[in-house]
């Protein structure tokens, strides 16, 4: 028999390739850090000597969620802009709270933070745009959890840069420093059209183009961003990445709540890649993401929560149901954006969005063992007639009690085995009071 790590035997697997279906009377298996097999159950107790077994009669064992666009540090930011459109959220409260707090200590507290809840429901890898990507590195290090690292760019100083040049030679220290990481990866990370000239947009693509990595950015967030575009170029924000060179596979575009046809068919020719983020783009107002449409055309489109200035929580299980949800409702087509559909966004969709298909997003033997377990036993999941359905329009980050990161249990029986609760606590209401003065 080959000796393993460990062997979790569910009552349902969803592996999510080849396709999003719960299979019963599976284990997966476990070794290195790495899935070395799902098979029968029989199977694995005739080939494997696991030193540990996870029983979990109850439980759904799926790939680990991937948040494909956060701003991790703004968690302390949570609840301090609410009930604003998005010009008046961002330009009257966010950037000057951000130019008064931001420093090392603020975004590393915050991330701290934000993986806390992350893991904790069930979220293994994401993908953060924010200042001091070295320090949001070191964090997600130190906590286990995957992360695509933003190397932010702006024309404006700020506390991380002061000026365009800086944004990108600092970041690009941060992607030499990460080469060597097991679980951090980098990304360029514009902000938006809007706030990123075309010099530093071009400089941007010709490093992309050499190291190689995505570009994330936001697009056609909102209305009033295309007019102003439109008013200030002659072109629409799209339209004038594209022309710089920028709409490519490598491309992560945000939001894109005001997309036309030709633009779907733009994205879906290049094989960009869209990242919706439904509560966010709900509670701002800011438009309608046409995913039924994208998915139809052929374009990857990937889940993320925003940060929790704009969304209030970072968590991925009310997105994959929103996304559902309001994708029937956008569609006026209640077979629109299935649950299969929604779980594969939150999923395998966000790895290839990251550049990250071949480590995770799927239990597939050889990827990262990224997986988590979600039990369905309480009175509201009952009956399960569909594993699958129950996981997007019943369960909850509640529900989950398990997470792995390559191979290492980060949450078990729904607590953190590697965080300090009580100092994450103590912390986040330290910087509570500092911003109730201001």
Known sequence: MQRIDALIRPKWT????????????????????????????????????????????????????????????????????????????????????????????????GTRLAIAEMLLGGTTCFSDMYYFPDVVADEATEAGIRAVVGMIALEVPTAWASGPDEYIDKGLAVHDRCRSAALVTTAFAPHAPYSVSDATLSRIRRLADELPVPVHTHVHETGSEISESVAATGKRPLARLDDLGLVTPALIGVHATHLNGEEVDRLAEVQANIVHCPRSNLKLASGACPVEKLLGAGVNVALGTDGAASNNRLDLWSELELAALFGKHVANDAQAVTAAAAIE??????????????????????????????????????????????????????????????????????????????????????????????
Not at 17 to 46: H, N
Not at 372 to 394: K, N, T, W
């Open 14 to 109: 969803v592996t999510v390739e080849p396709k999003v279906v719960a299979e019963t009377g599976r284990a997966l298996a476990m070794d290195g850090g790495r899935i070395v097999a799902v098979v029968s159950a029989d199977e694995a107790r005739e080939r494997y000597a696991p030193d540990v077994v996870f029983e979990r009669p109850d439980h759904v064992l799926m790939p680990g969620l991937i948040n494909a666009h956060c701003h991790a540090g703004m968690a302390l930011l949570r609840g301090y802009a609410d009930d604003l459109p998005l010009e008046q959220w961002l330009n009257d409260r966010v950037w000057p709270a951000e130019s008064r707090w931001i420093d090392r200590q603020f975004v590393a507290d």
């Open 345 to 438: 966004m939150a999923t395998i969709n966000g790895a290839r969005a990251l550049n990250l298909a071949g480590e995770t997003g799927s239990l597939v033997p050889g990827k990262a063992a990224d997986a988590i377990c979600v039990e369905l036993a309480a009175p509201g999941l009952l009956p399960v007639l569909d594993p699958v359905s129950q996981l997007v329009y019943s369960a909850s980050r509640d529900q989950v009690t398990d997470v792995w990161v390559a191979g290492e249990q980060l949450v078990g029986d729904g607590e953190l085995t590697q965080m300090d609760v009580t100092a994450l606590s103590a912390s986040a209401n330290a910087w509570a009071e500092r911003l109730r003065a201001t």
